[in-house]
């Protein structure tokens, strides 16, 4: 197996190289752009790109616009870089598809085992399937399906609805599921993980309904009677 292939996308130079150091370092692939048109134009002709880390304030085009158009095709892990801490700009991210999102200036040590963290998930991810509730989850495929019909989520979502499945009718802590799911030490309020189950909910329609909410604590996975 060859080296997971990482796009990062930054105008800034300086840190481009920085960043690209410290991801070789780790033996990974590196592929650049400068801005947002030449990172779509690399991506859509490189089928090879595992997780792109992308910049969110750029000339031309911003880290937003090009996540709403790799989000139209891929679900591609996306970690997004901002000089941005506001609580708004942040759930504008998860709203677009984003998996993560780092503020600067950050730790390189810390965006390299976050990176590390989202590839070894999706690799653990494969080789299995999932049901309940009428739920269904191709893990090799990374498709899920409500009753006969298809839904995209993105690369967050879909681990979030497996870790639910996959302990269904277990009382999920807030920090248990950000311990298994971001797998990182969460230093933040709880608006990253609500934010997610939110989203998943939507798009799950009326079996949105089985992701129970523990005031106080945190959610639980219940299809309730499935010979229904």
């Not at 999102?101 to 963290?117: C, D, E, Q, T």
């Not at 989520?153 to 807030?174: D, I």
Request: glycine fraction near 8%; charged fraction near 35%.
């Amino acid at each position: 197996m060859g080296k997971n292939k990482i796009l990062l996308v930054d105008d800034e130079p300086r840190l481009r190289k920085m960043v690209k150091d410290f991801l070789r370092r780790a033996e990974y692939d590196v592929v650049e752009a400068e801005n947002g048109k030449q990172a779509l134009e690399i991506f859509f002709s490189d089928s090879r790109i595992d997780l792109i880390i992308l910049d969110v304030m750029m000339p031309e085009m911003n880290g937003w616009e090009v996540c709403r158009e790799i989000r139209k095709e891929s679900q591609v892990p996306i970690i997004m870089l901002t000089a941005k801490s506001g609580e708004s700009d942040e759930l504008q991210g998860f709203d677009l598809g984003a998996d993560e999102y780092i503020s600067k200036p950050f730790s390189n040590k810390i965006l390299v085992a976050r990176v590390g963290a989202i590839l070894r998930r999706s690799l653990e991810s494969q080789g299995e399937e999932l049901n309940a509730g009428g739920i269904r989850i191709d893990k090799i495929a990374h498709q899920v399906f409500v009753g006969n019909e298809e839904i995209e989520l993105s690369f967050k979502e879909f681990e979030l609805l497996c870790y639910f499945l996959e302990n269904k009718g277990v009382a999920l802590s807030r920090e248990r599921i950000l311990n298994n799911v971001w797998n990182y030490d969460y230093y933040g309020d709880a608006r990253t993980i609500d934010t997610h189950v939110k989203k998943l909910r939507s798009k799950l329609g009326e079996k949105g309904d089985s992701i129970i909410t523990i005031r106080g604590m945190g959610y639980k996975f219940d299809p309730g009677d499935e010979s229904k």
